[in-house]
Each structure stands twice: as C-alpha cells, then as structure tokens.
C-alpha cells in the first residue's frame, strides 16, 4: 500500500525578499511527513493594497499563512483578513522578538529587510543578475551596450556560469555564443561599446563536454556538435574572429570559473582605468 501525500496551500508573506519566511516555513515542514506544501510567495509587501491582494489569493486558496512583517499596521490588516477568512496566520518571528525585546529592555525597530542591509553594493549584484538573465546565449542583443563585459565563443566555453559569477561581484556580463562566421553578429557586438572577451577551449577537450552533455541528455551524438573536424574548424573560426577585432581570449582549458572570472575582472578594470 502506497501512502499518499497531502498536498496543503501554504501562503508566505514578507516586506523584504521572503528568504526569512521560506527559511523557517520549510524547516518546520520538514518536520512532518506525508505532507506537501502548494506555496504561495509574497515579497516586499509594504502596503495595504498589497495585503488586500494577499488576503484574495488566500481566500482563493485557504491554507496556513506564515508572515514576516514588522510594520503593525500591515500585520493587523493581514491578521483580521486571515481572522474573517478562517485561517492560520502565523507570524514566525514574533515569539523570538519579544522575548529579546522583554529581555533587553528595547522597542523592536519597525524596520522592513533590515537583516538584508539593503546597501548599494547589493542592489548592484541584483541589477548585474537581472541583466544577466536577460542578456544570456545572446539575448536581447539590441541592448547589450548596457553591458559591463560580452563574453564570446562557442557552445559549452562556461560563458554563462562565468557570467552568472560576475554578477555576484555586480558586474553586467553579457554572453553571446559562436555558431557560424553566417549567424555571428560581429560587427554589433564590436559596435556596442563594452569591453569583448573571447572564451575558447582546445577542440578534443570541447568535444569530450558536449558528448557528455548530450548523453545526459540522451540526443543523437553522431552530430557536426561532437564531430571532432567540426568542432576543430568552429573554435579556429572563433579565434579568427577575436584576433581580428583585437579581442583579449582566455583559454579556460584547465581554469576553474573562479579563475576566469578572476582574469576577466583584472581586464575590465584595466579597459576602464581602476588598475
């Protein structure tokens, strides 16, 4: 006999990113078996046209609701809505807060996110990510003069990881991948403005990726992708192209991400006068 799970809507309410609420909702869950949470996220509710909309989804889908929210007038109005509804509405830091404000003989500060110090530096890193997802293998081509850094080269050269890294350091790094000297938009990528960094690989070791990669994938790997003639004359090609436009490369063969992010970040502060 099979058990089966319980399947519950679980709304998560926060004035800041939620990571607070998730953290504890889904520690406490764990503690039960057999059952499956439907969640329902809610960041960086701040005000009350933003509860009214929670409180119909809620309604919509009753379940438990779980919050953080320091301002007490967003909490009244998410309690009483939670109280004409019928459900739970659990505030998960509450019990810690006033046992640390009786103890300490201090108000609690009614600051929303003030465990995530929203700096500048941290709103940099979210922009960089933001534009990263949106500029990846080649998006969006027609704003990527808004980028920091254009990392190029063929298929399976961890453009996209490196680009993923750079972000966390707030660095807006666009990736646009070598297919064939035909479908490579070279002269807007040269136009646009922003440092060109070109990504190659030896060919055998390229190969050797994308067989591996296509076998995960279970696909045909009798494919020009894997074909080690192909693939040899695609990676020449690219090289071509980067020495012409006078592109720094890095051969990332036996480089960590960590170690190319690292290169890249020396050239990008060289090409703007930080070194």
Partial sequence: MHSVMRPFHLHLISDSTGETVSTIARATISQFEMVEPVEHNWALVRTIQQIDKVLVSVAEDPGVVMYTLVEPHLRAALEGGCREIGVPCVNVLQGAMDVLSRTLEVEVGQLPGRQHALNEEYYRRIEAMQFVLGHDDGQMLSK????????????????????????????????????????????????????????????????????????????????????????????????????????????????????????????????????
């Fill in 144 to 275: 990527i003069s808004g980028a920091d850094v254009i990392l190029v080269g063929v298929s399976r050269t961890s453009k996209t990881p490196t680009c993923i890294y750079l972000a966390n350091r707030g660095v807006k790094a666009a990736n646009v991948p070598y297919v064939s000297q035909e479908s490579f938009p070279e002269t807007e990528i040269a136009e646009a403005g922003p440092l060109v960094i070109g990504l190659t690989t030896s060919s055998e070791r390229l190969v050797q990726i994308r067989r591996n990669r296509l076998s995960s994938l279970n696909q045909d790997r009798s494919t020009d992708y894997v074909d080690p003639d192909s693939v040899k004359l695609e990676v020449a090609e690219a090289r071509r192209i980067f020495n012409r436009r006078e592109w720094p490369v890095i051969d990332v063969s036996r480089r960590s991400i960590e170690e190319t992010s690292a290169t890249i970040l020396e050239l990008y502060r060289d090409s703007r006068g930080d070194g």
